[in-house]
């Protein structure tokens, strides 16, 4: 199925430092999430962007929905060890069927895998 | 506000056994959607049920199959099982279905491993 790229596979930073990711598509999103999971549970959500050109913070996390909506970023500065994990970049689409109303579904990256050392 | 729960979180199967794995949304969530995670694959969407009907679905073959029940609560089936189909199952609750800030919420996955 249709995936958005994520790359690289991993990254290693060293504590204190800023890092920062990319998602892209070659199709356009109504929305876009960044997640975050950890070993042995569910992805935790971190930022939630709804319009193009979007610029949303929470503490030392900032993304950004791209203008044409084919991309975002995630930026987390300052890292601090407990920020390693697998970090999702998911787009959605929202569909309207005469009968079934809205749907919708996400189409995730495969994830950055994220690793700080102290 | 309790999250997303599944259980059981962790089961074992074998070839050609069926397996039924069980999430409950968030309260007050009528939407709920299943991913399959594997390393190979990532995450990829299943079906997203509201108010008891599939509003979408993957692709995945018909062996994958899923319900909710007037609660929300949604179960999803997967019959003659494979070892392919070993994987974290997610579950997924949102408010409604494709509003335009409506957010989708994880619960912590249910671990199938096929023998």
């Known amino acids: 199925g249709q995936q958005l790229n994520q790359s690289p596979q991993s990254m290693f930073i060293q504590e204190g430092e800023d890092v920062s990711m990319n998602c892209t598509s070659s199709?356009?999103?109504?929305?876009w999430l960044w997640y975050k999971q950890d070993p042995g549970e569910g992805p935790v959500l971190l930022i939630a962007?709804?319009?193009?050109?979007e610029l949303t913070s929470n503490g030392r996390l900032t993304a950004q929905f791209g203008i044409t909506r084919k991309d975002s970023f995630l930026n987390i500065s300052a890292s601090i060890p407990s920020d390693v994990g697998i970090y999702f970049c998911?787009?959605?689409?929202?569909?309207?069927?005469?009968?079934?109303?809205?749907?919708?579904?996400?189409?995730f990256g495969k994830g950055i895998t994220l690793s700080v050392r102290p | 506000k309790a999250g997303v729960t599944q259980t059981p979180r962790y089961l074992i199967k074998t070839r050609g056994q069926q397996v039924t794995l069980s999430c409950s949304p968030i309260?007050?969530?009528?939407?709920v959607s299943w991913y399959q995670q594997t390393p190979g694959q990532g995450l990829q969407f299943l079906f997203e049920?509201?108010?008891?009907?599939?509003?979408n679905k993957g692709n995945f073959p018909g062996r994958f199959s899923g319900r909710q029940f007037s609660n929300s609560r949604s179960e999803m089936n997967v019959s003659t099982l494979e070892l392919g189909d070993s994987a974290l199952y997610l579950c997924?609750?949102?408010?409604?279905?494709?509003?335009?800030?409506?957010?989708?919420?994880f619960g912590p996955g249910t671990r199938l491993t096929v023998l």
């Open positions: 199709s356009i999103f109504n929305t």
């Open positions: 049920y509201f108010s008891e009907t599939q509003r």
């Open positions: 309260s007050g969530h009528r939407s």
């Open positions: 998911a787009g959605r689409h929202c569909t309207f069927g005469v009968y079934t109303g809205a749907n919708s579904k996400l189409t």
């Open positions: 997924a609750s949102s408010l409604v279905s494709g509003g335009l800030t409506d957010t989708q919420y």
């Open positions: 962007l709804y319009k193009a050109g």
